[in-house]
């Protein structure tokens, strides 16, 4: 199966919808996804506000009002911040305002106090306004019913903010998609134990949870699981029970031991739709789908895992998410080698990139293969995509690199 | 005091270094920043193993060996993976082995099982091996000893995998700098309840804590602390006790209840650095030392709070964080109308960006002010700077798009 095969296969039978929704306190709502249009539900500023500090009037009492002719009002009291006005103005009265308080019954401007001087319960006013000069009008900045933010949404901080300004301590947001990640093989062995004679350290239930983070995706770490048919099946059911989504690495090759295709395509309908593709690396790379789940079986060589996951899984890790389905960021480079394909197949080139004095970006093959597992990691910042029907790409050609860094 | 003055005090009076370290499990560790250079403790493939499914043997039992001629060789066991191997091969000896495998002693290469066959005991070998072909050597990936992540290295997926590889469950990682937000103003109120009559909603505790996270940094939200002295400085207290900086809003104009600057200018040495700054928006922004301990006081406007965050507070944040200290992101596009500085103030015109059918990208300005306090956060995309010295930028003119939403 092509590389393009892949994908189609995938596409058609993997339709990557949110999952659901589910309310969450606002600021875990932050980086997660509205379900529905934000409509306001007030009028925003509820009331007429005052945007300055000084003295409330009618302003039809200050026209006329110069430095050498002020108009004379009399101060009726004051209205706080805050609170409710509790008097209203009658005619030739002003009352004491600060910004942010609410315009009483009777005013419809607002005069700066560095325009007025106050003489007991005198105030003198030395420069006319005009009507709502000075006020910020009830339903300016939004109205009741109008749509603020749109379902889609990612919350920022600003979005975050404006949410707050509606009055909502929480949020309707997409469910986060939980995708259970666990390693085969049994030379592998978890971190953080001595490690015993023949065996390596697990790497890919770590990269590949921390991938699913990456992607908008909560990882489950479920380890290794040994090399044994019945404990791969009951560790994949409970995968299964648990997620919506299950990752798996190692075991995918035709070796003895290789369980993984069997065991997953055989743990309900419709079963295995992709069986190895033409790529390279990754060749062996399987997905089967349980119902509605997926299981994506990678290989277990760590590059090759990670450069699969981004090509196939994170996609659909969004889509559940409810975000838009972005893949990789891609820059532009020149090649800094010759990069072969591998006859027939896709081939996916890692390469780590340079900045050079001219500003030229040069993306330079990593070695990869057996010998290469982790330094191939620790160096690459992407890869590029060699098609099946060229030999080639040569040295000083402009390619896009996908990178694998995108935290 | 200018913005680059306060820049400049800000720069000399408060050290982003980071706040220490601590050891958090691996997975915690994703998208945190490793405090030292990372030394692998051992030999990557910490023994030479099989890349193959075959027989491992000696190569020179092997030379010669054709498709008509092939060599002979007695099968004296087999070598599991996962396991050191029980058995050592003799002169004319092979032994069953695996992909992953340890290379047995006596072997130094391994045949592919396609290029053999076997009868009984006995295998044919047609395909010669030289030596080590098919052999993964220890430490070929990795050495001992090597460096293999730099201290400053924020973890992805792939260094995640990295760490795994060479055995560590844990990660020594900055601590994550900790930020209270408090918002002040008599007006203001809590989101989630219903609206007393002549009050808002706050926006700056989320807006800004949302921001502090993609700062970097751990926001502890307050909320809104009331307009009143001794509450304000019992919550500044608390808050400069439990947290590394502190942000607040609102409270810093000259109106008879804004407390904030005499406030967090009497909280401790060295007191009040900046206060006010020759910005538009934002001028009274005050920022306080207290011991090593910054409060850094915004304008009530949300805008204006969340654009002076990200100015002055995220490249702090960052510091303590020890991250690479980026700013905010730039984008380059065409000014949309001609856009004014404020007099001898540097300003700051927020915009929201379109791109045209041209490709041409547009930042058209965004209504601030007054009434724009919401709309402007759910529609800026980000904000472009007009140098004190210049009246005003031009429709059409080239400007750098300084960009608010970094989620």
New interface residues.
């Given amino acids: 199966m092509s590389f393009d095969e892949a994908k189609n296969a995938i596409h058609q039978k993997i339709k990557p919808e949110p999952l659901g929704e589910e309310e969450v306190p606002?600021?875990e709502a932050?980086?997660r996804v509205l379900t529905q249009d934000v409509t306001s539900s007030?009028d925003?500023?509820?009331?007429n506000r005052s945007?300055v500090?000084g003295y409330a009037v009618k302003a039809e009492d200050t026209y006329g009002a110069e430095e050498n002719t002020p108009a004379k009002l009399k101060v009726c009291g004051t209205v706080?911040?805050?609170?409710?006005?509790h008097i209203s103005l009658a005619k030739g009265e002003a009352a004491e305002i600060?910004?942010?308080?609410?315009i009483p019954e009777g005013a419809d401007a607002c005069v700066m106090i560095e325009n007025t001087e106050k003489l007991g319960d005198v105030l003198l006013v030395y420069r006319a306004v005009t009507k709502s000069e000075n006020v910020?009008?009830k339903g300016?900045?939004?109205k009741k019913g109008e749509t603020?933010?749109k379902a889609g949404t990612?919350?920022?901080?600003?979005?975050?903010?404006?949410?707050?300004?509606?009055?909502?301590?929480?949020a309707k947001v997409f469910k986060v998609p939980v995708v259970a990640v666990l390693s085969t093989?049994?030379?592998?062995?978890?971190?953080?134990?001595k490690?015993?004679?023949?065996?390596?350290?697990?790497?890919?239930?770590?990269?590949?949870?921390?991938?699913v983070?990456?992607a908008g995706g909560k990882?489950v770490?479920m380890g290794v699981v040994p090399?044994d048919k019945a404990q791969l099946r009951r560790a994949l059911e409970y995968a299964l029970a648990s997620a919506d989504m299950v990752v798996t690495s190692g075991g995918v090759?035709?070796?003895?031991?290789d369980l993984m295709p069997q065991t997953v395509g055989s743990l309900g309908e419709p079963g295995l739709i992709v069986c190895g593709i033409a790529v390279k690396p990754g060749k062996p790379t399987t997905v089967a789908l349980v119902g509605r789940k997926t299981v994506f079986s990678m290989p277990?060589h760590?590059t090759s895992a990670?450069l699969l996951f981004q090509l196939l899984v994170r996609p659909l890790i969004q889509g559940f998410a409810g975000r838009p389905v972005t893949g990789t960021s891609v820059v532009k480079a020149v090649a800094g080698a010759r990069m072969f394909s591998a006859k027939g197949r896709r081939t996916f080139v890692m390469v780590k990139l340079n900045r050079e004095k001219s500003g030229r970006l040069v993306a330079e093959p990593v070695e990869t293969g057996?010998?290469?597992?982790?330094?191939t990691?620790?160096k690459?910042d992407g890869f590029i995509e060699v098609p099946e029907n060229e030999q080639f790409i040569d040295a000083g050609e402009e390619v896009a690199v996908l990178l694998?860094?995108?935290?």
Avoid: Q, R, W
């Fill in positions: 606002l600021l932050h980086n007030l925003i500023p509820p009331f945007t500090d706080n911040v805050g609170e409710p006005p600060v910004t942010g308080a609410p910020m009008k300016s900045d939004i603020v933010l990612v919350l920022g901080s600003s979005e975050i903010g404006v949410l707050a300004a509606l009055g909502y301590a929480k093989g049994g030379e592998v062995t978890e971190p953080g134990k490690l015993p004679p023949g065996k390596i350290y697990d790497i890919n239930a770590y990269s590949l949870s921390a991938a983070l990456e990882p770490c090399d090759s035709v070796g003895p031991h277990g760590p990670l057996a010998s290469g597992a982790i330094t990691l620790a690459a694998l860094k995108s935290a």
